[in-house]
């Protein structure tokens, strides 16, 4: 038989159960990640965005964003706390062009930032012009389990949609 303290003690644990489910916000977009798109060039308007996900149990641990500004096109990454020691962050932006892949770039190359190090939290490739309708264009963010640019495993990661 329960008592009315057990009772109670159960009903206080689903309440908070439920709020931290909330506060968690438990989507399958990235919405509730900073719209951020930040770039030396200025900042730029999120076209798609996605969260980064620990492989085996979902937790978001950041968000890539595919971003967009004056015809110029580039693959955000935000983690939500500052990268661990011994991993590190990328984020890479895929070019289409009539579907077939083109080209990529990382945060490394020129233009961007450099990968996310220990202790930081965001990095941005170079912005890429696109030069007509067939060029379409994907964005890749990873947590890496190394030194850069050595990945010895990667246990998160999320890309988002191919842009129309």
């Known amino acids: 038989m329960l008592t009315k303290a057990t009772r109670r003690w159960g009903t206080v644990l689903a309440a908070l159960c ?10 399958g977009s990235a ?9 030396s060039a200025g900042p730029g308007a999120v076209v798609d965005a996605h969260y980064i996900d620990i492989q085996g149990n979902g937790a978001h ?4 964003q595919l971003c967009t500004q004056g015809g110029y096109y580039w693959a955000y990454v935000q983690f939500y706390a500052p990268m ?9 932006l895929y070019h289409y062009t009539n579907g077939v ?3 990529s770039w990382n ?5 961007g930032n450099d990968h996310v190090t220990p202790g930081q939290v965001q990095c941005w490739t170079p912005r890429i012009h696109r030069g ?7 964005a890749y963010g990873e947590d890496c389990l ?12 999320g890309w988002t949609h191919i842009t129309a």
């Open 61 to 64: 641990i950041g968000a890539v």
């Open 132 to 138: 007509s309708a067939a060029d379409t264009f994907l």
């Open 18 to 27: 439920l709020a931290l489910a909330g506060v968690m916000g438990f989507s």
């Open 31 to 39: 919405s509730a990640a900073p719209p951020n798109c930040n770039h």
């Open 146 to 157: 190394g030194t850069y640019p050595s990945c010895g495993f990667r246990d998160s990661w």
């Open 101 to 103: 892949r083109t080209g």
């Open 107 to 111: 945060c490394d190359a020129s233009g």
């Open 84 to 92: 661990a020691a011994g991993n590190y962050g990328q984020a890479v």
